[in-house]
């Protein structure tokens, strides 16, 4: 049997006849509102979400997709912010109504532009971060390339970006690593295409490997015949564009044989193009970004050199002399610097030899 609820009249919101009892002063709690979230996400893969810097140049493309990627798949990034001036067409203060390069009119021939924080083509309003390469804290600049006139890159000044233009980077720090290639941001450039998702994550905390190399070491020319110096300081367009097969495809620890030791233990920062570079500090400084923990030349493994594999498999076997592809395919590259494709037997030759192998790094940034 229901009982009757007519005596206490919930559904009058202004002054009720019968009182009400306070809770107890031991049950108070703070209200939520004078709280804040605090926690975030794990370190790994921090929640914040960045896009990339719309004006950097491009490297490779897609060949599936046709669409450029800007950074490789490894690089140590910094973000530009609105608390940065430069480079410009960055990120700005709301209230200063910025405005980013979107299409070329097919009427006029003019640049059109979107705002950054009120238009369809603007930035997502989560992203408050903008990728680019880190620079190791040293002033740096940036080269664009034949490959940006194909690609339609949009210059920081305007305009087109045209091969041997360039601009500057300020000194910057590491924020993280990607952990997979990041496209060119094309946002609004064409009516009926956008590469989606616009942005995404970093890694800071994380056991990676890539390939090393080693230079300007005395016993290496004898050796190597020409040597080769994929130099990761690209601080000039000539060095740029003569390592330009290499770096813009491969992520990779430079190891100068002469200034650096190259051991376990040393702490890892980045050179002026995101690379990996062997920092040359006994403590931890603002541009460490993790710490050499293995170093491996020891290949082929597990009999892989006598599995059989068939030239662009892209898999250790006869054809990499067992080695992993991107050891491989790397030391391929560098060694074409100098003029000379190397065969098999000469890579795996170099590798086991030391002067390429796997660098494995913590990453703690």
Request: glycine share 10%; with cysteine; hydrophobic share 35%.
């Amino acid at each position: 049997m229901a009982v009757e609820n007519f005596s206490l009249p919930f559904n009058v919101h202004n002054v009720h006849q019968m009182p009400i009892r306070n809770r107890p002063s031991r049950l108070a709690q703070t209200p939520l509102a004078e709280r804040f979230r605090f926690e975030v996400s794990e370190g790994v893969r921090p929640a914040e979400y960045f896009a990339p810097f719309k004006y950097l140049p491009v490297l490779l493309q897609d060949t599936t997709t046709e669409d450029f990627i800007v950074i490789p798949k490894g690089r140590i990034v910094s973000s530009v912010t609105t608390e940065d001036a430069q480079p410009s067409g960055g990120m700005i203060y709301p209230s200063g109504d910025g405005t980013i390069d979107t299409f070329r009119s097919q009427i006029d021939d003019s640049f059109k532009t979107s705002d950054i924080d009120n238009s369809y083509f603007g930035y997502d309003e989560y992203v408050t971060n903008l990728l680019v390469p880190a620079n190791g804290g040293t002033i740096s600049t940036v080269y664009y390339t034949a490959n940006d006139t194909t690609a339609l890159t949009p210059h920081i000044s305007g305009g087109y970006a045209g091969a041997g233009e360039e601009f500057y980077l300020p000194v910057n720090y590491p924020v993280g690593v990607v952990y997979h290639d990041w496209y060119q941001d094309i946002r609004g450039k064409y009516l009926n295409y956008r590469m989606w998702p616009d942005g995404g994550h970093v890694l800071c905390d994380w056991y990676v490997e890539v390939p090393y190399v080693k230079t300007t070491a005395g016993a290496q020319s004898s050796t190597l015949g020409s040597g080769v110096t994929p130099v990761a300081t690209n601080g000039d367009y000539t060095s740029y564009l003569a390592n330009y097969p290499v770096n813009k495809k491969f992520t990779y620890l430079e190891v100068n044989m002469d200034t650096d030791t190259f051991k376990p233990g040393v702490w890892i920062n980045s050179d002026l193009v995101g690379n990996y570079n062997i920092e040359g500090v006994s403590t931890k400084s603002i541009q460490t970004v993790g710490r050499l923990i293995g170093i491996d030349n020891r290949f082929s493994k597990s009999g892989l050199g006598d599995v059989q594999t068939y030239p662009g498999s892209r898999m250790p076997g006869t054809q990499t002399a067992g080695l992993p592809s991107f050891l491989y395919e790397f030391v391929v590259a560098c060694q074409t610097l100098t003029g000379t494709v190397p065969t098999v037997e000469d890579v795996i030759g170099y590798v086991r030899a030391g002067f390429y192998g796997v660098a494995r790094i913590q990453l703690h940034i």
